[in-house]
């Protein structure tokens, strides 16, 4: 059975509805779902019908993508009536919106209108034949003769040739929204017998992402992003040539992300990764937790793919990805991009995503990852073709939406402003580290540099420990750990508190020096090895892990220091910034003894 089942609803549309629905004098929209890529942009115009009590929603899934994963859940979450996809055929409504092609849309009863999910339309992909159901438009045939002299040649661009759009030779879809007149441009050349139906209404993906930048700060606080550090995004497209694909040239991702971890100081960077929800969904969410089990135990955040890969854009320093949507989006908002794919068959020449590819910059995997890092960051400009292309009207697609939906419905505008949704605050998401550290330190006086990654990184120095989470992957990394942590709130019985967990640890492992309980985003307590207890809390403008605290104090106490009855300040430099530690004594740390 489908994501909608197969029992056809009764209310409020249906056999002998208007006997038990509560209120009948309304229009229908129905939103028809491909899969849950194309259901995100639906979800982006849902707030346009908000408040007026003169349209009832509805929502259908065609059922035609082979990626059906997550599309029940997203309907539980929506909460709108389902309806098969056999009963939305034979239902008059007053409006259906779609965000993609699949299915038999041509036989949907009422008027039709057609959303791009990306940035406007860009993938060359021929209409599948007769039987196949990906992402074809069921059996509908194109009309003969309906290419321009010319076109015969090229491949179908997905939206813009008359494969898609004409059904015996005449368009189907009684609105084709498109975001930039480039678009309409390309759709003269090749099916003109469409431009009438177009419709330039912006992007309301883009208008969210511009709306939300004022609180890009939050975004990546709830990402845990320190002071310093740089968000590196990564992100890929869903075909075998993408970045997290294996069908391109080389099969990268798999090497990648140890390096990154590796090479990247895990005080100076953070990294995050948005994939695209039929990678997602195709292979499962718990697979793709297993096949990215290290990078993730290293500090790789996995980006809900419908609500939060936006504000994760927002929030970004760099942007690794390929030659999907996303990527342009990253660039459009001003961030800097490296291409670690660049395929460009699949995609139209004439797109300005294929322009943009063709121009910025390459991941080259054979040199060092950190040092290319760098020399983007620093000499970033940003291109100007994809924040002109995007959208030719920023900021008012929920104005342009709106008119063009009430219109095809008959139906007068609300008074109240066309308003879309701001895009919401993420959960507090900071990264868990379980996987070792190896941690470089240089102390002078009260000034401790800490440099800490997966690896010892090339071309540093220093002295060096081990830092160890207490739910490591291998518990043999215990036993030759230095400084142990874990976190945990400050009354868990469980672990008896800090001091119990703390003298715990220094019992069970003779080699570690230094325990360490982080109790908040702040602070942590610490025990030493014959020294005490103390409580690091960060300073006046600190901002750091408090883990890196007690790695920094760990070689203060290495390298001779002693912390005074009165407590001590220290100096922890790392990722270019300075972090004053205020270090408090609790205990003498008898405790621990055996």
Not at 131 to 155: D, F, L, N, V, Y
Not at 464 to 485: C, F, K, Y
Not at 515 to 528: E, K, M, N
Request: net charge negative; hydrophobic share 40%; aromatic share 6%.
């Amino acid at each position: 059975m489908g994501p909608t089942g197969h029992q056809p609803i009764r209310v409020p549309v249906g056999e002998g509805s208007e006997r038990w629905a509560s209120r009948s004098s309304y229009r229908t929209v129905l939103l028809v779902v491909h899969n849950v890529t194309s259901a995100g942009r639906l979800l982006d115009v849902l707030p346009l019908f908000h408040d007026d009590f003169r349209v009832q929603l509805l929502v259908t899934s065609t059922e035609s993508s082979p990626f059906q994963g997550g599309v029940r859940e997203l309907f539980a979450e929506v909460g709108l009536p389902v309806v098969p996809w056999e009963q939305a055929l034979s239902t008059p409504v007053d409006l259906a919106i779609s965000a993609s092609f699949g299915g038999q849309l041509d036989l949907l009863q009422g008027k039709l209108t057609i959303l791009s999910h990306g940035v406007g339309y860009t993938k060359k992909m021929a209409k599948p034949g007769a039987g196949s159901r990906e992402p074809g438009a069921g059996s509908r045939e194109p009309g003969a003769g309906s290419r321009e002299p010319g076109a015969g040649s090229r491949e179908p661009t997905f939206g813009l040739s008359p494969e898609w759009l004409l059904s015996g030779g005449r368009p189907f879809v009684d609105g084709l929204v498109l975001s930039h007149p480039e678009q309409v441009a390309r759709l003269r050349q090749v099916c003109p017998e469409a431009v009438g139906a177009s419709v330039l209404a912006g992007d309301p993906c883009f208008d969210r992402m511009l709306a939300a930048r004022p609180y890009r700060d939050r975004f990546r606080r709830a990402l845990g992003v320190r002071r310093g550090q740089r968000l590196v995004v990564l992100n890929s497209t869903w075909n075998p040539e993408g970045f997290f694909g294996d069908g391109g040239d080389q099969d990268l991702l798999p090497g990648l992300l140890p390096r990154l971890a590796a090479e990247l100081p895990a005080d100076g960077y953070r990294l995050a990764a948005v994939l695209h929800p039929n990678i997602w969904h195709g292979h499962g969410p718990g697979q793709i937790r297993a096949w990215l089990d290290r990078a993730r135990r290293s500090g790789l955040s996995l980006i809900d793919p419908v609500h939060a890969w936006r504000q994760a854009l927002v929030a970004a320093d760099l942007v690794v990805g390929d030659f999907g949507a996303v990527s342009y989006y990253a660039a459009a908002l001003g961030a800097p991009v490296l291409l670690a794919a660049a395929e460009q068959d699949r995609l139209d020449p004439d797109a300005p995503l294929a322009a943009f590819v063709r121009e910025a910059p390459r991941l080259d995997v054979h040199v060092p990852l950190r040092e290319q890092v760098e020399k983007v960051l620093a000499g970033h400009r940003p291109l100007a073709g994809p924040a002109a292309f995007v959208t030719s009207a920023p900021g008012s697609s929920a104005a342009l939406l709106r008119r063009h939906f009430y219109t095809l419905m008959d139906l007068p505008e609300p008074t109240a402003p066309a308003l879309l949704e701001p895009l919401p605050l993420p959960p507090y998401d900071p990264p868990r580290r379980t996987h070792p550290l190896r941690v470089l330190t240089r102390v002078e006086g009260a000034d401790v540099v800490v440099e800490r990654s997966t690896e010892q990184p090339y071309g540093t120095g220093g002295d060096a420990h081990l830092s160890v989470h207490e739910e490591t992957r291998d518990p043999g990394d215990l036993e030759s750990a230095d400084v142990i942590v874990r976190e945990g709130p400050l009354d868990d019985p469980r672990l008896g508190g800090p001091d119990g967990w703390t003298a715990e640890v220094l019992r069970r492992h003779p080699h570690c020096s230094v325990a360490a309980y982080v109790s908040g985003p702040d602070s942590c307590t610490v025990r030493a090895a014959g020294q005490g207890v103390f409580r690091l809390t960060a300073g006046r403008d600190a901002d750091a892990d408090p883990a890196a605290y007690a790695s920094a104090f760990h070689a203060w106490l290495a390298n001779g220091g002693r912390v005074p009855t009165g407590g001590t300040t220290l100096r922890m430099h790392t990722a270019g910034e300075v972090h004053p530690v205020t270090v408090e004594v609790l205990g003498d740390g008898l405790a621990a003894q055996p």
